[in-house]
């Protein structure tokens, strides 16, 4: 998903949040998102990406740090 909660409410995204968690149970889901707090929410690993290169991967904490 491509910024699934850009525009969208605190409650909408809280919503959008839980329905994407769920999805995961059954597959991988893959969201690129700017908004950090979003995707603490729901990530268990993240790659941060800069013009196309890798710029660091791993759990949140770690992407958040490197």
């Known amino acids: ?15 959008t949040a839980e329905l994407l968690c769920r999805s995961r149970a059954t ?3 893959l969201v690129i998102e700017h908004d ?6 729901l990530a268990r690993r993240v790659t941060v990406l800069h013009e196309g290169s890798v ?3 791993g759990s949140v904490d ?3 740090a490197g």
């Open 1 to 15: 998903m491509d910024e699934p909660v850009a525009g969208m409410t605190d409650e909408e995204t809280t919503r």
């Open 27 to 29: 597959g991988a889901v």
């Open 36 to 41: 950090m707090e979003f995707v603490r929410s």
């Open 55 to 57: 710029l660091c991967e």
């Open 62 to 64: 770690q992407g958040a």
